[in-house]
Structure formats: structure tokens, C-alpha cells
């Protein structure tokens, strides 16, 4: 197998491996982000920040704001067309077999 053929097999399973882990943080950011708003609308709901309970409104609104990444950050890796996201880590994973010669090799 030629280092060319390897490089794009191992671009294909980082690409899949990518994906995967997109996909957890897409399903567990919704349940996180879905759980934090309920909380922030509900009034008698209480949250722990800086270790004192809080109903706050606007403390629980920015637990929620800031749950709201993850599910951002795993629908980008998820959802982006497998063309795009091939040329956006093409050159990072290239530079890392460059820097480390045997990055990607099995033991």
C-alpha cells in the first residue's frame, strides 16, 4: 500500500471517527440544552452555581446559552458534507504525518 492510499484511508477513519463522536456530542448536548431551558423557565426551578442554589432567571438562561455550544459543535460534525469537512482536515492530519512519521502506523 502506497503512504498516499494510507494517508487517505486514515483521513476516511478520522473522518468517521469525527462523526461518531460529533453525533454523542450532538445527542447529549440537545438532552443538556433541552433540560437547562426547562429549568430557566421554570420558576421554582433551582440550580446549582458556585456552589449556593440559584432561581435566578438570568443565571439559568446563561447555563442554557452555554449548553447550547454542544449541540452546535456536534451538528457542525455531524452534518457537514463529507467533501468539505475532508478539505478542512486534510492539511491538519497531513502536518501531523509530517511532524510525526509514524502517526497513524499500528504497532
Known sequence: ???EEK????VARFTRSLRLL????????????????VTAFDPAGEMIVN????TSFGTKLGV????AIFPAIGA???????????????????QAM???PRFGTKK
Not at 442554557?64 to 449548553?67: G, L, W
Open 51 to 54: 456552589h449556593s442554589k440559584t
Open 22 to 37: 460529533g453525533g454523542f456530542f450532538f445527542a447529549i448536548g440537545c438532552y443538556l440544552f433541552v433540560y437547562a431551558l
Open 98 to 100: 509530517d511532524a510525526f
Open 64 to 67: 442554557a446559552a452555554f449548553s
Open 76 to 94: 457542525v460534525c455531524v452534518f457537514t458534507p463529507q467533501a468539505k469537512l475532508r478539505r478542512f482536515l486534510t492539511p491538519f492530519l497531513r
Open 7 to 10: 494517508f487517505e484511508r486514515d
Open 1 to 3: 500500500m502506497s503512504p
